[in-house]
């Protein structure tokens, strides 16, 4: 059966380092989501790419976090300087179709310490 | 602007009980999209459900059923002689067509333990 796939699955780290999630959506997916998802909340919408173009953005806090999927397929996320806020979970999903809305999978994402 | 409220956080239920979970959302679209996710320990989110803003006929799979009423804003989720396999954290989500049908706004969650 076909998964998103996220590594890593765990990652500590201490505040001012540069850290990076990788994500590979579901083959054929065009649409892929980066969510983050603080203990006790729901998950939030950090950005959207339809194939390789960043849909969605705004709530991405662009001073420290970017996102690319150069190809349309994988995608990275990365945070440089971490901050202590930054401990979550974060989420990747994709989906066959962007626009006409379709059902989202996710991955297990990676989970983020601070220290 | 959009937005989903899970007024229940936590919920504790004795295996076979009946359990409903709550979702009341706002929007000023008329047409949207309402989904419940379940976020098991492991952490990955399993889609449940989908139901568009223009079809409100409730529905039924197995164990689970959902409740959709425009009237009150709300879709609401029961599950029927629940099981500890049930345990989890469980989403509810809304997206707007006419700004971006692929972006969800989720609530914060209702954590459902079901004991033995």
């Known amino acids: 059966e076909a998964e998103v796939a996220q590594s890593p699955r765990y990652k500590i780290t201490e505040k001012s380092q540069a850290v990076a999630f990788w994500c590979d959506p579901i083959s054929g997916h065009a649409t892929l989501y980066w969510y983050r998802q603080i203990l006790g909340q729901g998950p939030e919408l950090l950005v959207q790419f339809q194939d390789e173009s960043v849909v969605d953005d705004s709530q991405l806090p662009k001073d420290r976090f970017s996102a690319e999927r150069l190809k349309g397929v994988d995608s990275t996320l990365k945070i440089q300087p971490a901050e202590l806020g930054d401990s979550a979970m974060y989420l990747c999903?994709?989906?066959?179709?962007?626009?006409?809305?379709?059902?989202?999978?996710f991955g297990p994402g990676t989970r983020l310490t601070v220290l | 602007a959009q937005k989903v409220t899970q007024a229940q956080t936590e919920i504790s239920v004795v295996e076979k009980e009946d359990v409903t979970l709550d979702c009341v959302y706002e929007t000023r679209d008329t047409t949207y999209y309402l989904f419940w996710y379940k976020q098991p320990p492991s952490g990955e989110l399993v889609f449940l459900i989908r139901?568009?803003?223009?079809?409100?006929q409730n529905e039924i799979s197995g164990r689970y059923s959902w409740n959709f009423q425009k009237s009150t804003s709300s879709f609401n989720f029961t599950i029927t002689a629940s099981q500890v396999v049930d345990s989890a954290v469980y989403f509810c989500a809304l997206s707007e067509a006419s700004t971006n049908a692929g972006k969800s706004t989720f609530g914060d969650g209702t954590t459902l333990t079901v004991k033995p």
């Open positions: 999903a994709s989906s066959f179709v962007g626009v006409d809305y379709n059902e989202q999978f």
């Open positions: 139901r568009n803003s223009f079809d409100e």
